[in-house]
């Protein structure tokens, strides 16, 4: 049907459709904002992510990011480590195509990347490579995509990760990991994890219960304390942060 309409309507009436229905998913993403705070975009387009940049400010100690899931968009991480000079951003990705990219990039030495993903249990794990061109790697078998190439990979948990760089608290923690968010949220120790805030792309589309799994997961960030506070344009980008002490 999708093939059948675009072939019959005028490209700029296709354009605008679409262009309505990506403001209309806007509007309607915008009612989990829950939380105000001065916030601002870091990275480009494709890759960006809402920070609140006020509470970064507020202290001289060394700002620590985790950035989970590179792909081979890091303006995110650099854009960060621009705006910080006392920042320090730790990449974790697995995949093969993000390793052989990084390696031929000119890092700062504040990005250390570690060659492992994250994930709700430390040990390997099996990952699969889409057919389709420029899509990444994913911990599911994705709905719609076939399956040509799978990888075992070693993946941690954010709890072992913090405990071997004797991190007591992340200021960051930025998930783009294709699905094994949802995993994540559900079974990350918010008693041990200090954190204060979350950037995440939701992956609902890659389940058939999607709807059901992005609404547990909200609800499961929002009992431990995490609300959100920033929507991006692009699709299901959302961004929270913990209620403390500063947000009396």
């Given at each position: 049907?999708?093939?059948?309409?675009?072939?019959?309507?005028?490209?700029?009436?296709?354009?605008?459709?679409?262009?309505?229905?990506?403001?209309?998913?806007?509007?309607?993403?915008?009612?989990?904002?829950?939380?105000?705070?001065?916030?601002?975009?870091?990275?480009?387009?494709?890759?960006?992510?809402?920070?609140?940049?006020?509470?970064?400010?507020?202290?001289?100690?060394?700002?620590?990011?985790?950035?989970?899931?590179?792909?081979?968009?890091?303006?995110?991480?650099?854009?960060?480590?621009?705006?910080?000079?006392?920042?320090?951003?730790?990449?974790?990705?697995?995949?093969?195509?993000?390793?052989?990219?990084?390696?031929?990039?000119?890092?700062?030495?504040?990005?250390?990347?570690?060659?492992?993903?994250?994930?709700?249990?430390?040990?390997?794990?099996?990952?699969?490579?889409?057919?389709?061109?420029?899509?990444?790697?994913s911990a599911y078998k994705i709905i719609n995509k076939p399956v040509d190439n799978e990888i075992i990979v070693q993946m941690k948990r954010i709890e072992d990760i913090m405990k071997e760089n004797s991190h007591k608290y992340i200021d960051i923690l930025k998930m783009d990991i294709e699905g094994s968010e949802f995993s994540i949220i559900e079974n990350l120790n918010y008693s041990e994890i200090n954190c204060g805030q979350i950037t995440l792309e939701f992956h609902k589309r890659f389940f058939k219960n999607g709807r059901q799994m992005f609404t547990k997961a909200i609800n499961t960030l929002q009992a431990n304390g995490y609300y959100c506070f920033a929507v991006a344009k692009k699709e299901n980008v959302y961004s929270f942060i913990r209620k403390s002490e500063r947000f009396a």
């Open positions: 049907m999708k093939e059948f309409i675009k072939k019959f309507i005028p490209p700029i009436v296709w354009a605008g459709l679409r262009l309505m229905k990506t403001r209309i998913l806007y509007i309607m993403r915008k009612r989990y904002v829950v939380f105000k705070c001065n916030y601002k975009m870091y990275g480009n387009d494709y890759g960006g992510y809402y920070i609140c940049s006020e509470i970064l400010n507020q202290d001289e100690k060394e700002i620590i990011v985790y950035s989970a899931g590179i792909g081979k968009d890091i303006s995110f991480d650099l854009d960060i480590l621009k705006a910080f000079d006392n920042c320090k951003v730790f990449a974790f990705d697995p995949t093969p195509t993000t390793i052989e990219w990084l390696g031929q990039q000119d890092l700062p030495d504040n990005f250390i990347f570690s060659p492992y993903g994250i994930s709700s249990k430390t040990g390997e794990e099996t990952m699969y490579f889409p057919k389709i061109k420029d899509h990444d790697w």
